[in-house]
């Protein structure tokens, strides 16, 4: 009897030991809702853990229902979570984006964050953000320190211009380097030529610049590395000057299958409109400058708003699909969408259509193949704004500002015929895009040490842009119509032979890079004009309609480059680290003698936080301190412009046709060589409490030396330029960013993270001889007229050395003559004032205004810029605000010189009108009515400091009960453009309209409008 009782007696504990154990399920996602294997799960204070399976399901039994259970996985922040009685638990990890075991590009190789010796940036953006941006460039906006983007274009597709660390050159070639997936992008600017060169109007028909980065669909991106001293982008050599953007595209994550589809709805609208007159007023401001009044109230006037009439509201649309996975020994991300952006000018836009394959398959244990291709194609339709005539009719942006806000205008001038929604009708700039872009790699492993790999890149693109101007628009009518077409082809091949190596010995660990690349490039352009239409009916297609066509124009060049490069780099007990790079490159762009140059860097880190005097300090879990040095360069010249070059001419015969001549067109230079930029960089980072808040700040100095530019040749040479090296800039600057979790719960976390960029621009030299500008005598040079209107034949930027480039040269005022006395004591230009007339600063003290009273009038250089991003995050509900901005930077307000001159019949700037001086209410604030603006003065500059909420997001993971083919869904909705605080009068303080025209910078002059806009977006994950 004692055996059984025995037995029931161990059955007995064993079953209450069972019930004393918590058996705990749950599943572990990340913040896609994609499940994630392998993820530690561990009881905290024992030794009792389990891992994750494929569907990210775990169980583990736990001692007593309340202790703490800690989730574990490399790349995602560390989740404690108390049991609290339950025994399901489900856990979100979210990315540790600043780990510093994260692997970051670096450009021909990759590194660990902690052993990072130069100043390289990461950006990343979540889904819902990468699905409001158009192009790669535009996700750089105030994201990172030392890197400032502007708008040249604020229309769909249009330009943005980028620099990191500041302009480093006078040529206009300041864009950095765009790298993706090892493949060397064209510049963003590259473009084709002018579409109307050679016709009536000739090269002051200037076409809106386009952006040529939007073949890269944002929510294809992984991530972005930005590297901005010499020690980081001195192993691009020759390219490195402007930065070095590296960008790579996603790859499959998982063994199983993940369909992503995304959709996004956008409501647009301009931000804020000009305030001009309104009907009412601008027939009270025509009566009251005319000696006769125009209008007595007996006309049936029909007033119209034409920035409300030509302006819209903007639907856009987008949809993707992508699948991503592992099959057998394969890799892959297979992506496609749409996209149909409208603009908020009527008939602009952008229609897209893209794919995207990248695929990896392991060959064998040792041999790994990648391959990844893009297509695309691309509809761009834009209209007119900024336009090198800058008058009235030669631009829609300016002519729906100034147009008199009347219908029927039989009673003004020829000028006003010519109605603004002819512009919707009667012109059409259309360009189509195709480009494919891909690349195949082979990484063979030599063994525990060497690997071998073998990359080849290709990159084609086929554009065609025409544009029509019918015979309603002022230009069309000039030449009864008149079509340009222009033609872009290019071919790029970069390959590359690259031997990697990483060995550990002790406390030494060395790893590197040699290897050889080759690169070619071959560009085609054509360009073809026709006027005198017999019919309109065709457009852009009728080119062979017309009976006046100019001899085509056609342009080819071809360079190669041909480098060997190489990389150490070395640590020692992981706490002293050192970084050495050389790079020797030849480009068939300069002579045979000069064609080879060797860019080399060196850098060293000190991780402070190893040492063992830093042991108790537990707070701190990074703190390196960085120095380094190095040099770039820049081949940023014409590919012949080492080689005699012809040109070609058109000339008139006597029987009404056009003859084609040719004459040497410039100056063959063989003894140019590489522009070389120097650069010294010093940084500390640091990470307090396991990473949870990082702070990085650096402070750079580089200097550029033997610029390339075009100068002006002598007058005896019969030449109008030649490329020489002259002269030379420095930048210098500091750069803080920080981030980190002001809160990290499991329900609730609050992430805030910044950064702020100062840099100072000086010209150091330029090699001319002194010259008399105003009543100074200073090496200097202006920049291009803003315009070919008389109003606008000026200069508006100096280049002067010892100062910062491009600053705004023209007239200081001191507000307005109130009185003729005062006013009949001084002349401009041999004209006598007048009471009501601005006054200027006489600064020679000769009572005549001209040219010798100019002065400098501002910077358009900001004092520094910066961003700041923040997410609220509780359950499945999240919220990110993401501001930027720029502090101190001057813009010269062209359009005010046409917005507040009242010697025509323009609508004006209604303030203009308002406010204007009057013998009966005197003011000094704006001249009397009938006054004509004719020069550049303080008066139009304006401070372009500004604050914008660029986005505000809320998204929200839908709850419900999951099955086998859906994973989760979720719905966003984000505001753009919400609002901005600044001071700047214009559509856009964001601006920089003639887009790398190096001699024309800080101008607004007939920029597209801002757009504010609501987007609504779905995803759905299989």
Same mark, same amino acid.
């Given at each position: 009897?004692?055996?059984?009782?025995?037995?029931?007696?161990?059955?007995?504990?064993?079953?209450?030991s069972?019930?004393?154990?918590?058996?705990?399920?749950?599943?572990?996602r990340?913040t896609e809702?994609?499940?994630?294997?392998?993820?530690?799960?561990?009881?905290?204070?024992?030794n009792?853990a389990?891992?994750?399976?494929?569907?990210?399901?775990y169980?583990?039994?736990?001692?007593?229902?309340?202790?703490?259970m800690?989730?574990?996985?490399?790349?995602?922040?560390?989740?404690?979570?108390?049991?609290?009685?339950?025994?399901?638990?489900?856990?979100?990890?979210k990315?540790?984006?600043?780990?510093?075991?994260?692997?970051?590009?670096?450009g021909?190789g990759?590194?660990?964050r902690?052993?990072?010796?130069?100043s390289?940036?990461?950006?990343?953006?979540?889904?819902?953000?990468a699905?409001?941006?158009?192009?790669?460039?535009?996700?750089?906006?105030?994201?990172?320190?030392g890197?400032?983007?502007?708008?040249?274009?604020?229309?769909?597709?249009?330009?943005?211009?980028v620099?990191i660390?500041?302009?480093a050159?006078?040529?206009?070639?300041?864009?950095?380097?765009?790298v993706?997936?090892?493949?060397?992008?064209?510049?963003? /600017?590259?473009?084709?030529?002018?579409?109307?060169?050679?016709?009536?109007?000739?090269?002051?028909?200037r076409?809106?610049?386009?952006?040529?980065?939007?073949?890269?669909?944002p929510q294809?991106?992984?991530?972005?590395?930005?590297?901005?001293?010499?020690?980081?982008?001195?192993i691009?050599?020759?390219?490195?000057?402007?930065?070095?953007?590296?960008?790579?595209?996603?790859?499959g994550?998982?063994?199983?299958?993940?369909?992503?589809?995304?959709?996004?709805?956008?409501?647009g609208?301009?931000?804020?409109?000009?305030p001009?007159?309104?009907?009412?007023e601008?027939?009270?401001?025509?009566?009251?400058?005319?000696?006769?009044?125009?209008?007595?109230?007996?006309?049936?006037?029909?007033?119209?708003?034409?920035?409300?009439?030509?302006?819209?509201?903007?639907?856009?649309?987008?949809?993707?699909?992508?699948?991503?996975?592992?099959?057998?020994?394969?890799?892959?991300?297979?992506?496609g969408?749409?996209?149909?952006?409208?603009g908020?000018?009527?008939?602009?836009?952008?229609?897209?259509?893209?794919?995207r394959?990248?695929?990896?398959?392991?060959?064998?244990?040792?041999?790994?193949?990648?391959?990844r291709?893009?297509?695309?194609?691309?509809?761009?339709? /834009?209209?007119?704004?900024?336009?090198?005539?800058?008058s009235?009719?030669?631009?829609?942006?300016?002519?729906?500002?100034?147009?008199?806000?009347l219908?029927?205008?039989?009673?003004?001038?020829?000028?006003?015929?010519?109605?603004?929604?002819?512009w919707?009708?009667?012109?059409?700039?259309k360009?189509?895009?195709?480009?494919n872009?891909?690349?195949?790699?082979?990484?063979y492993?030599?063994?525990?040490v060497f690997?071998f790999?073998?990359?080849?890149?290709?990159?084609?693109r086929?554009?065609?842009?025409?544009?029509w101007?019918?015979?309603?628009?002022?230009?069309?009518?000039?030449?009864?119509?008149?079509?340009?077409?222009?033609?872009?082809?290019?071919?790029?091949?970069n390959s590359e032979?690259?031997?990697?190596?990483?060995?550990?010995f002790?406390?030494?660990?060395?790893?590197?890079?040699?290897?050889v690349?080759?690169?070619?490039?071959?560009?085609?352009q054509?360009?073809?004009?026709?006027e005198n239409?017999?019919?309109?009916?065709?457009?852009?297609?009728?080119?062979?309609?017309?009976?006046n066509?100019?001899?085509n124009?056609?342009?080819?060049?071809?360079?190669?480059?041909?480098?060997?490069?190489?990389?150490?780099?070395?640590?020692?007990?992981?706490?002293?680290?050192l970084?050495?790079?050389?790079?020797?490159?030849?480009?068939?762009?300069?002579?045979?003698?000069?064609?080879?140059?060797?860019?080399?860097?060196?850098?060293?880190?000190?991780?402070?936080?190893?040492?063992?005097?830093?042991?108790?300090?537990?707070?701190?879990?990074?703190?390196?301190?960085?120095?380094?040095?190095?040099?770039?360069?820049?081949?940023?010249?014409?590919?012949?412009?080492?080689k005699?070059?012809?040109?070609?001419?058109?000339?008139?015969?006597?029987?009404?046709?056009? /003859?084609?001549?040719?004459y040497?067109g410039?100056i063959?230079?063989?003894?140019?060589?590489?522009?070389?930029?120097?650069?010294?960089?010093?940084?500390l980072d640091?990470?307090?409490?396991?990473?949870?808040?990082?702070?990085?700040?650096?402070?750079?100095?580089?200097v550029t030396?033997?610029?390339?530019?075009?100068?002006?040749?002598?007058?005896?040479?019969?030449?109008?330029t030649?490329?020489?090296n002259?002269?030379?800039?420095?930048n210098?600057?500091?750069?803080f960013s /920080?981030d980190?979790?002001i809160?990290?719960?499991?329900?609730?976390?609050w992430?805030?993270?910044?950064?702020?960029?100062i840099?100072?621009?000086q010209?150091?030299?330029?090699?001319l001889?002194?010259?008399?500008f105003?009543?100074?005598?200073?090496?200097?040079?202006?920049?291009?007229?803003?315009?070919?209107?008389?109003?606008?034949?000026?200069?508006a930027n100096?280049?002067i050395?010892?100062?910062?480039?491009?600053?705004?040269?023209?007239?200081?005022?001191?507000?307005?003559?109130q009185?003729?006395?005062e006013?009949?004591?001084?002349?401009?230009?041999?004209?006598?004032?007048?009471?009501?007339?601005?006054?200027f600063?006489?600064?020679?003290?000769?009572?005549?205004?001209?040219?010798?009273?100019?002065?400098?009038?501002?910077?358009?250089?900001?004092?520094?810029?910066?961003?700041?991003?923040t997410t609220?995050?509780?359950?499945?509900?999240?919220l990110?605000?993401?501001?930027y901005?720029s502090?101190?930077?001057?813009?010269?307000?062209?359009?005010?010189?046409?917005?507040?001159?009242?010697?025509?019949?323009?609508?004006?700037?209604?303030?203009?009108?308002?406010?204007?001086w009057?013998e009966?209410?005197?003011g000094n604030?704006?001249?009397?009515?009938?006054?004509?603006?004719?020069?550049?003065?303080?008066?139009?500059?304006?401070?372009?400091?500004?604050?914008?909420l660029?986005?505000?997001?809320?998204?929200?993971?839908?709850?419900?009960?999951r099955?086998?083919?859906?994973?989760?869904?979720?719905?966003?909705?984000?505001?753009?453009?919400?609002?901005?605080i600044?001071?700047?009068s214009?559509?856009?303080?964001e601006?920089?309209?003639?887009?790398?025209?190096?001699?024309r910078?800080?101008?607004?002059?007939?920029?597209?409008?801002?757009?504010?806009?609501?987007s609504?977006g779905?995803?759905?994950?299989?």
């Amino acid at each position: 009897m004692k055996k059984p009782i025995f037995t029931f007696f161990l059955l007995l504990v064993s079953f209450t030991s069972a019930l004393a154990q918590f058996n705990i399920k749950g599943t572990i996602r990340d913040t896609e809702g994609e499940p994630l294997a392998g993820v530690t799960v561990l009881i905290s204070g024992t030794n009792t853990a389990v891992a994750s399976n494929l569907d990210g399901v775990y169980s583990i039994i736990a001692p007593s229902p309340d202790v703490e259970m800690q989730f574990i996985s490399i790349g995602f922040i560390t989740q404690n979570v108390r049991i609290d009685n339950r025994t399901l638990i489900d856990v979100i990890l979210k990315e540790d984006t600043q780990r510093l075991d994260e692997i970051v590009v670096i450009g021909y190789g990759t590194a660990k964050r902690s052993d990072l010796t130069g100043s390289v940036a990461s950006v990343k953006l979540s889904k819902e953000q990468a699905a409001i941006v158009s192009s790669p460039d535009v996700m750089l906006r105030g994201k990172a320190a030392g890197v400032q983007v502007t708008s040249g274009n604020s229309a769909p597709g249009g330009a943005v211009n980028v620099r990191i660390r500041g302009t480093a050159t006078l040529n206009g070639n300041s864009e950095p380097l765009y790298v993706v997936d090892g493949v060397i992008m064209d510049s963003s /600017m590259e473009d084709v030529g002018s579409t109307m060169s050679g016709g009536t109007q000739g090269s002051s028909t200037r076409q809106e610049v386009q952006n040529g980065l939007t073949s890269i669909n944002p929510q294809d991106i992984e991530s972005i590395e930005i590297l901005k001293d010499a020690s980081a982008t001195a192993i691009y050599g020759s390219r490195g000057t402007n930065g070095v953007v590296l960008i790579t595209t996603k790859k499959g994550s998982s063994e199983k299958a993940r369909i992503i589809f995304n959709s996004l709805l956008d409501a647009g609208s301009v931000y804020e409109f000009i305030p001009v007159l309104s009907g009412k007023e601008y027939v009270d401001f025509i009566n009251e400058k005319s000696s006769t009044p125009v209008y007595d109230g007996s006309e049936n006037l029909d007033y119209v708003n034409w920035q409300e009439r030509l302006t819209r509201t903007a639907i856009s649309q987008q949809y993707r699909i992508s699948a991503s996975g592992t099959v057998n020994k394969a890799n892959y991300y297979v992506a496609g969408g749409y996209l149909n952006n409208q603009g908020v000018v009527k008939t602009t836009g952008l229609n897209q259509f893209d794919l995207r394959a990248n695929v990896s398959y392991d060959l064998t244990s040792r041999l790994k193949l990648t391959a990844r291709y893009n297509t695309i194609r691309r509809v761009n339709n /834009m209209t007119t704004g900024t336009d090198n005539m800058g008058s009235l009719n030669s631009s829609m942006i300016r002519q729906m500002v100034n147009q008199p806000p009347l219908l029927n205008l039989d009673d003004l001038e020829d000028e006003y015929k010519y109605s603004p929604e002819a512009w919707l009708t009667d012109y059409i700039d259309k360009s189509t895009e195709f480009r494919n872009i891909s690349s195949i790699a082979l990484d063979y492993k030599i063994n525990d040490v060497f690997t071998f790999r073998i990359f080849g890149g290709y990159d084609n693109r086929n554009k065609e842009r025409a544009r029509w101007y019918g015979k309603n628009t002022y230009t069309g009518a000039t030449a009864n119509g008149q079509l340009g077409i222009a033609l872009l082809q290019t071919e790029s091949i970069n390959s590359e032979a690259m031997l990697y190596f990483d060995k550990s010995f002790g406390d030494h660990h060395l790893s590197g890079t040699v290897g050889v690349t080759y690169d070619y490039k071959t560009s085609k352009q054509y360009q073809m004009v026709n006027e005198n239409f017999f019919t309109e009916a065709l457009g852009i297609y009728g080119m062979g309609y017309g009976d006046n066509s100019y001899p085509n124009g056609a342009s080819y060049y071809n360079y190669q480059l041909f480098s060997g490069l190489g990389r150490l780099n070395y640590s020692f007990k992981n706490k002293y680290l050192l970084t050495v790079t050389g790079r020797l490159d030849g480009s068939s762009r300069f002579a045979k003698n000069n064609r080879f140059s060797l860019f080399s860097s060196v850098a060293g880190a000190w991780r402070i936080d190893k040492e063992k005097f830093m042991s108790g300090i537990t707070s701190v879990s990074n703190l390196k301190l960085r120095a380094g040095w190095g040099q770039t360069g820049n081949q940023a010249i014409d590919p012949f412009s080492t080689k005699d070059v012809y040109t070609n001419g058109y000339y008139g015969t006597h029987e009404g046709s056009i /003859m084609v001549a040719m004459y040497p067109g410039s100056i063959a230079n063989t003894a140019l060589v590489w522009e070389t930029t120097e650069q010294t960089n010093i940084g500390l980072d640091i990470s307090l409490f396991s990473n949870r808040f990082n702070f990085s700040a650096d402070a750079y100095y580089k200097v550029t030396d033997g610029m390339l530019q075009e100068i002006d040749a002598p007058l005896s040479s019969g030449f109008p330029t030649i490329a020489v090296n002259l002269g030379s800039m420095s930048n210098k600057g500091l750069e803080f960013s /920080m981030d980190g979790y002001i809160i990290n719960t499991n329900d609730f976390s609050w992430n805030i993270g910044g950064n702020i960029s100062i840099n100072r621009n000086q010209i150091i030299s330029l090699g001319l001889e002194p010259s008399v500008f105003g009543t100074q005598e200073m090496v200097a040079y202006l920049g291009s007229n803003i315009a070919s209107d008389a109003d606008l034949a000026t200069a508006a930027n100096i280049f002067i050395e010892g100062s910062p480039i491009g600053m705004f040269w023209g007239y200081q005022t001191d507000g307005i003559y109130q009185n003729e006395a005062e006013a009949s004591q001084y002349a401009y230009s041999g004209v006598a004032r007048q009471a009501g007339d601005v006054r200027f600063v006489d600064q020679n003290g000769d009572n005549e205004i001209n040219a010798l009273d100019k002065v400098v009038i501002g910077n358009p250089n900001p004092d520094f810029t910066y961003g700041m991003n923040t997410t609220f995050t509780y359950k499945k509900l999240s919220l990110n605000l993401f501001f930027y901005g720029s502090y101190g930077n001057d813009i010269l307000n062209a359009n005010l010189i046409k917005e507040t001159s009242s010697h025509t019949s323009n609508n004006i700037r209604r303030e203009a009108y308002i406010q204007a001086w009057r013998e009966t209410a005197p003011g000094n604030t704006y001249p009397r009515l009938g006054y004509r603006f004719q020069e550049v003065s303080d008066r139009f500059i304006e401070d372009g400091s500004f604050f914008r909420l660029s986005s505000l997001t809320f998204s929200y993971r839908i709850p419900f009960e999951r099955v086998n083919w859906l994973n989760s869904i979720d719905l966003s909705i984000t505001g753009h453009n919400l609002f901005t605080i600044t001071k700047y009068s214009g559509y856009n303080p964001e601006v920089n309209s003639f887009s790398n025209d190096p001699t024309r910078i800080g101008i607004d002059f007939g920029g597209y409008p801002c757009t504010k806009s609501v987007s609504f977006g779905l995803s759905l994950t299989f």
